[in-house]
């Protein structure tokens, strides 16, 4: 695994986090707010950009106490260290960013229990460097921000007729309001997951059970040995 | 008990008490510098809501000493005389809708505003949307007999119309006292 982890170029992982692990569209992760924020472009892009960050800073620091975090208590610690960082973000965004905070509500502080956060620290950057954790960091919040961005474009241009607040000619009298609901975020949810599959396919193989079926395969120290 | 035991029962709280400790260090930090931006905004969030629903008023003040009615939160009184506002709330589809009324000394009413609702994004935009045409229909209004609800919103109408009828009762109260 060790020597696994060197071969790793700092280039890959920072993109894989974009298509081929994305951690919305492939790892399945921050499914409830990936629908319930990207009703709209402008909150799509502030909440990937809010987790994005948290997601850089508490990779690094984790990976930075990796060796001094027993491991009797690191989920506690991970999750001290992620709602610290949260909360800094959720008050400076409160206090210079009125609007994104009113539109963020509750899926701001939520971010203390995105899946996607506590799985890169538990999956990478418990197990690597500080540089390739930020990298991590910075490629999965990347990935998170893009899938919302393209969620909630789909969704507020054919659902409000609109693109970050501004009405659109054609499509804002012709719209479908069923997609700016949740049923529409999991219809778009649905094509996006069948689409990035498709792209991916051939190159990313699952197995039908076991490991080999898991997405995080290939960081898992498990890799080939049935848990 | 040997040494590594030992270190192995002290170590983990030793680390997760500095970890909690720097981590709030941190928080109180940025709080500092955060908190006075954050209630600078909500103050001026609160007069601007009050103008918006009283353009004519000026100097407001709460209104305290009287027995509220159960669904009227606030009220304040403009101190130029320009009337009162009222913060009420009436149960729309999606849970309370919390407006702000504005009624002038006649008993017509200046303006509105949605505080906070939870009424299905889109469907109830006509009635609680700012400027919406629910809302536009609503100022010089004197009894809740004289607003419409918009259809494909009934619910939300009638979650709103409650709360002018509420916002109308304590009005009633005021000019009792």
């Known amino acids: 695994m060790k020597k696994e982890c060197q071969k790793q170029s700092g280039l890959d992982i920072l993109l894989r986090g974009i298509i081929k692990e994305n951690p919305v569209l492939v790892l399945v992760l ?19 950009l809010a ?24 989920i506690p610690c991970y999750i001290v260290v992620i709602a610290g960082f949260v909360t800094v973000v959720q008050m400076l965004v409160q206090a210079y960013f009125k609007d994104l905070y009113d539109s963020l509500g509750v899926f701001l502080p939520l971010i203390v229990v995105n899946c996607i ?28 921000t893009l899938t919302l961005t393209v969620m909630g474009t789909i969704r507020e241009v054919l659902g409000s007729g609109s693109f970050a607040g501004h009405e659109l000619p054609f499509f804002s009298e012709y719209n479908i309001p069923i997609l700016s609901q949740s049923p529409g975020g999991f219809f778009v949810f649905g094509c996006l997951i069948a689409l990035v599959a498709k792209l ?28 | ?45 609160a007069q601007a809501a009050l103008l918006e629903v009283m353009p004519d008023g000026t100097d407001f003040t709460d209104v305290t000493g009287l027995e509220l009615p159960e669904n009227v939160v606030k009220i304040q009184q403009a101190g130029n005389g320009a009337g009162y506002v009222f913060t009420t709330y009436g149960k729309g589809f999606g849970g309370n809708i919390q407006v702000m009324v504005g009624i002038d000394p006649e008993g017509a009413i200046t303006g509105t505003k949605v505080l906070t609702h939870g009424e299905s994004a889109g469907i109830s935009d006509p009635v609680v949307g700012d400027g919406s045409e629910f809302q536009q229909q609503l100022p010089g209004v004197t009894d809740v007999s004289e607003i419409e609800a918009v259809s ?26």
């Open chain 1, 51 to 74: 987790a994005t960050m948290v997601l850089l800073c508490s990779n690094m620091l984790i990976s930075l106490l990796r060796k001094v975090i027993p491991d009797t208590v690191r």
């Open chain 1, 30 to 48: 921050g499914t409830c707010p990936s629908m319930a924020t990207s009703t709209s472009v402008s909150t799509a892009v502030g909440m990937g």
């Open chain 2, 1 to 45: 008990m040997t040494a590594t035991k030992k270190s192995s029962l002290v170590a983990p709280v030793v680390v997760l008490t500095v970890i909690a400790f720097a981590i709030a260090a941190i928080l109180a930090f940025v709080n500092d510098l955060t908190a006075p931006v954050i209630q600078a905004q909500e103050e001026a969030a």
């Open chain 2, 152 to 177: 494909g919103a009934t619910k939300s109408s009638n979650g709103m119309i409650a709360a002018i009828e509420a916002a109308f009762d304590a009005l009633a109260l005021v000019n009792a006292e």
């Open chain 1, 117 to 144: 956060i506590l799985g890169r620290a538990e999956m990478f950057a418990s197990k690597n460097g500080v540089f390739h954790s930020a990298l991590d960091g910075l490629g999965m919040g990347l990935g998170f």
């Open chain 1, 200 to 227: 991916t396919h051939g190159r990313v193989k699952h197995e039908a059970t076991g490991c080999g079926a898991c997405p995080h395969r290939t960081v898992c120290g498990k890799l080939g040995k049935e848990a």
